[in-house]
Structures are given as structure tokens and as C-alpha cells.
């Protein structure tokens, strides 16, 4: 086999891989830098996020505020993003041309809503800075010799003073081998960011309401979290459930995913306004139907399912609800329970807990504290955040310093 040799070589032709890739070239324009991609398929997560629109980042710039969306990383992001932040994302983004909108939960999109507009941006600048593209090219192994890196890919041998290793997240911990024989202590990957499954529970039937301002917890945990719960026809989903199954990633993987789920419907203050309105009900409209109260703050739906949950009949008239029928409907809204056995992923989108150990890493240059040379970016590491751009903002910043950093050059 012929041998390319190369300042640096990107493995991965992700949101980090080619982030790492732009960034070494741009800090050394005369060295050599090529990205590998083992199949055809660049930028593939960047392409689907957000429903095609790509959930570029969020707009939540405080590096220790920001910090706190990933479960697992947070005290080592707090110095990634100091070093290269949310503002240096949204600012490089408009200097390639592209801007980026700011939705009411915080989310980032590109102006465009398409997901086609990161992706020309980020081909058009490695095209620009001449960082080679290689697609079909697997790295197979990867080994030291006499200070540079040698790697068998799937198209031939190619010799790096460094490498950049942004591969993205294993679901299994095999496919880290290859890093745990350089040294690396993997954590155990498992899934995060998934829906809760409710097999059993006739609830499914309401697939398509939202709960606002829900607070769910998984019983017998210390794991809670409140926010828009959506209803679906496999279980809970929304922001409070992705939340959730995130900070409870490991938790919820011991627990063979069979675990209770409390929930309470319209939150903590929703419920003291449910009672009043019911109260104010009774002295004012007597005869009014229960299916009829307004002002619950509660999907019409939801609200006679839950009704019916607590046993009373949707024509009852509200002056007869009686104190032991408005405990049994308050009990029904702030703490209603469901069997939940399994979950459910983003197919593509799939995020992972679990990687490289981040005390292994350096995180002002993404070096690997135990091979000197080799550095990390992106879901590899053992890193993740919930859902609203925090990964790819965690891809940008890792890839943008460990490219930096690969090209010789830890600041600026």
C-alpha cells in the first residue's frame, strides 16, 4: 500500500469531524490536513436534526450556565466553552454568511429552517481552506510509530503527525476497542435521550396532547423534571421526559428500563389554580359539568381523561364533587402513575453516555492525556446533552479546539 502523509487527519465526517478539520487548517494553512469518512454519507446527523432544520446550537452563551444542559461533562465543557463558546459558534456561522434565528425555548436555527444551509457552510469551508475529503475511507487500526500515527484505512496507509478522532458515539462498547488498546478508559456506552414506552397504559390514546407545564419523576429516584410533556402513541415524550431520560441515562439502564412514572399534570402551581377554579365553580355555577369547568389549564382531553382516571363522570355537576371527589381528582392530577418497560430512540439521532474518560483528556487542547498526538472531539468523548443544540454545540466547541490544538496551536 502507498503512504499519504499528513499534518493532520480528522477521522469522521460529523459536525466535530469537520469542525476539527476547518480549524486546523485554518491556524496552519501550508499543512496538510484530510478528513476520512467511512461511508458516503457526510454530516448525516447534521442533516436530519431538528426535522431537517438542524438544531444548530442554543442561545444560551454563559459557560457555566450552559454547562449545566449535558449530564454527563459538565465541569470539563465549563473550559471547552471558555475557550471556544456558544458566541464563537454564532459568530463563525455569520462570518460564512450564515445567520442563525433565536426560537422562544432558546433553540437556534439557521434563518433558512433547512439544514442544507450548515451543511453547504461547513463543506464550502473545508473546500476553501483545502482540507482534503476522503469518503469510503475507514480507519481500520491505528498505532504509534517513532512519534507520527499510522493508519490502515480502507482505501490505504496514511501517516499523521496527528490525529483527530471524531467518530461519534459507540452503542456498544466494542466499538471502542480500538482506543481502549491505545491506553483509554472507555466508559460503558448506553442510551440517552429516548421516550418513555407505556405498553400497557391506555393513555397512549391521547398521542398528540401536550402537558405544558408537567413535572415527571421516576419512582424511588431522586430524578425529576418538569416542562412540556407530549403524549404519544408509544408513551411520554417532550422536553421534561428527553430531560429526564438524559440525567437518568444510567439509572434507567440499571433499572432494565421497567420503572414507575409519576406525573404530575399541570405542575406544582397548576394544581392549587385547578382547585381554586373548581371551588370558585361550585359557589358560582353549581350545575356546570365537570367536562365543562374552564380555566383548568389542561387540554380538553386530557382533562376528561383524567376525570374519568378519577372515576367521576364527566356530566357530574360540579356542586356534587364533594371534598372526598375533588382530593381523588387532585391526587389523579399531582401524582398519576404509569408501568413504563422500554424506550424509544432517535434512530439517527441517536446520542449515547458513555466514551472516551474525560479525565484522560485535556480539555484547553482535546489531547488525549495517554497518547500524546491524539485528540478528541464530539459524542466520542463521555459527553452529552439534552435536547436544544446543546450537542452540537458541544461538537462544534470540542472539534473547533482539538483542530486547533492538532495544528499545532492552543490559542487564538
Not at 373548581?278 to 367536562?291: A, I
Not at 381523588?328 to 439517527?348: I, P
Not at 472539534?399 to 487564538?412: C, F, P, S
Request: charged share 25%; net charge neutral.
Amino acid at each position: 500500500m502507498s503512504a499519504g502523509t499528513y499534518r493532520v487527519v480528522v477521522i469522521g465526517g460529523g459536525a466535530a469531524g469537520f469542525m476539527a478539520a476547518i480549524a486546523a487548517k485554518t491556524h496552519r494553512p501550508d499543512a496538510a490536513v484530510v478528513l476520512c469518512e467511512r461511508t458516503d454519507k457526510w454530516l448525516a446527523k447534521v442533516r436530519i436534526s431538528g426535522g431537517g432544520r438542524c438544531n444548530a446550537t442554543h442561545d444560551q452563551g454563559d459557560p457555566v450556565k450552559l454547562s449545566r444542559n449535558y449530564p454527563r461533562g459538565e465541569q470539563f465543557l465549563r473550559k471547552v466553552f471558555k475557550t471556544w463558546g456558544q458566541a464563537d459558534t454564532v459568530g463563525w456561522f455569520a462570518k460564512q454568511g450564515l445567520q442563525l434565528k433565536v426560537e422562544k425555548d432558546g433553540r437556534m436555527f439557521p434563518v433558512s429552517d433547512d439544514s442544507a444551509s450548515v451543511i453547504e457552510v461547513l463543506w464550502e469551508a473545508a473546500t476553501a481552506t483545502g482540507v482534503e475529503l476522503r469518503e469510503r475511507c475507514g480507519v481500520q487500526a491505528i498505532r504509534p510509530n517513532e512519534g507520527r500515527w499510522h493508519l490502515a484505512t480502507t482505501a490505504d496507509e496514511v501517516i499523521a503527525d496527528r490525529v483527530v478522532v471524531a467518530t461519534g458515539g459507540s452503542p456498544k462498547i466494542d466499538g471502542l476497542a480500538w482506543l481502549t488498546e491505545l491506553g483509554h478508559a472507555i466508559v460503558p456506552p448506553v442510551p440517552s435521550l429516548f421516550t418513555f414506552n407505556l405498553p400497557d397504559e391506555p393513555v397512549r390514546e391521547l398521542m398528540g396532547v401536550v402537558a405544558p407545564e408537567a413535572r415527571v419523576r421516576i419512582e424511588g429516584t431522586g430524578l425529576e423534571s418538569s416542562g412540556p410533556l407530549l403524549i404519544t402513541h408509544w408513551g411520554f415524550s417532550g422536553p421534561a421526559v428527553l430531560r429526564l431520560s438524559a440525567f437518568g441515562a444510567r439509572v434507567l439502564h440499571e433499572k432494565g428500563y421497567r420503572y414507575t412514572v409519576q406525573v404530575n399534570w399541570p405542575g406544582p402551581k397548576g394544581a392549587s389554580r385547578i382547585r381554586e377554579r373548581l371551588t370558585q365553580q361550585v359557589n358560582e355555577h353549581p350545575k356546570r359539568h365537570m367536562g365543562n369547568i374552564e380555566g383548568v389549564e389542561l387540554p380538553q382531553r386530557l382533562w376528561h381523561y383524567l376525570l374519568q382516571r378519577a372515576g367521576i363522570p364527566l356530566v357530574k355537576p360540579v356542586g356534587e364533587l364533594g371534598r372526598k371527589g375533588m382530593e381523588r381528582l387532585l391526587d389523579v392530577l399531582t401524582n398519576d402513575r404509569y408501568t413504563a418497560s422500554g424506550k424509544t430512540t432517535f434512530k439517527e439521532e441517536f446520542v449515547t453516555a458513555g466514551g472516551v474518560a474525560l479525565e484522560q483528556v485535556d480539555p484547553l487542547t482535546m489531547e488525549s492525556r495517554v497518547a500524546p498526538g491524539l485528540h478528541f472531539a464530539g459524542e466520542v468523548l463521555d459527553i452529552d446533552g439534552i435536547t436544544g443544540g446543546f450537542n452540537f454545540q458541544a461538537a462544534w466547541s470540542t472539534g473547533w479546539i482539538a483542530g486547533r490544538a492538532a495544528a499545532g496551536v492552543t490559542e487564538g
